[in-house]
């Protein structure tokens, strides 16, 4: 296979692997196919695959084909042989079985947060038809944060837009928040996608980030903006547990109007307290 698609894939698995994101198989990826994106391929598909369950069901995706890296795979790996550690399914009539019609040539199945993809997808494409990628890494300074903010979407989406004005202009909707929870099941995928009814960005505690987008380099922006404010932000708490200068709720409103943005009023709450991750 020698496509577009399969190009700009691969890239997101090597530029995250290179920002240190995917420890062994730390994180997926995953894309719904557009219907040219499938013709293109589709001398290769082998359309009488296993079927498999999904172990959740997302009947807005029925019958469609996504490309998704295999769970135990390495995005290391992902541009040395993509045919071993990636995959191509397509879902059966109502959504709840996949079977693999490319890749995985040395056996294998898709990642074990399938659920949570498809389950993301399907709210995602919902919203906004054009919203294809979903992307899950594990940065070291956001799950970092995790462990010292409350895990708490207003005060997350605050102390983080605060670190970079390009923040809010980025992920205006903000960010949604995770506690704990087993990863790999439905359960967990049924939180994420209630966040991505309204947002791009969940944060899983102590774990890792979804984040979504209509093309990889979006999505991917979408990931570094979030961990390189995570990165300023410990690096500012490293200092020091309170701050001297910030970007203020004004300062917010003022971006709104310049850059086309509505920002919620509940993240741009009067502060009580100069203390980080206060409200
Ligand atoms: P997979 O190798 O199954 O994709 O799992 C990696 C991961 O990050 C789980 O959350
Ligand atoms: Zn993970």
Redesign the pocket.
């Known amino acids: 296979m020698d496509t577009k698609l399969k190009r700009d894939f691969t890239k997101v698995c090597t530029d995250g692997w290179l920002q240190g994101w995917h420890e062994r198989?730390?994180?997926?990826l995953s894309y719904r196919m557009k219907k040219e994106e499938v013709e293109e391929v589709k001398d290769l598909l082998k359309e009488d695959a296993a079927w498999k369950e999904i172990g959740a069901s997302v009947p807005g995706l029925a019958n469609e084909y996504f490309m998704v890296?295999?769970?135990?795979?390495y995005f290391r790996n992902v541009e040395l042989d993509f045919e071993d550690n990636v995959a191509i399914i397509r879902l059966n009539e109502d959504g709840t079985k996949y079977q693999i019609v490319y890749g995985l040539v040395n056996g294998g199945r898709p990642?074990?947060?399938l659920p949570s993809h498809l389950m993301n997808l399907e709210v995602l494409k919902k919203r906004d038809e054009g919203l294809r990628v979903v992307y899950?890494a594990?940065p070291a300074n956001t799950v970092a944060l995790t462990f010292v903010l409350p895990l708490n979407e207003e005060i997350f989406t605050r102390e983080i837009w605060e670190m970079e004005t390009e923040c809010p202009v980025v992920f205006p909707q903000g960010i949604g928040i995770v506690p704990w929870m087993v990863?790999?099941g439905r359960e967990i995928g049924e939180k994420t996608a209630k966040i991505m009814e309204t947002k791009n960005v969940a944060i899983w505690a102590h774990?890792?980030m979804f984040v979504c987008g209509h093309d990889f380099d979006e999505t991917f922006g979408l990931m570094h903006t979030v961990e390189k404010s995570a990165e300023i932000l410990v690096k500012v708490m490293s200092m020091t547990d309170r701050k001297r200068n910030t970007i203020t709720p004004q300062d917010f409103r003022d971006l709104q109007e310049p850059f086309h943005i509505e920002l919620d009023e509940k993240f741009l709450y009067e502060k009580s307290s100069d203390r980080i991750g206060e409200k």
């Open positions: 198989n730390g994180g997926n890296t295999g769970s135990g795979k990642t074990s947060e899950h594990h990863p790999g774990h890792g």
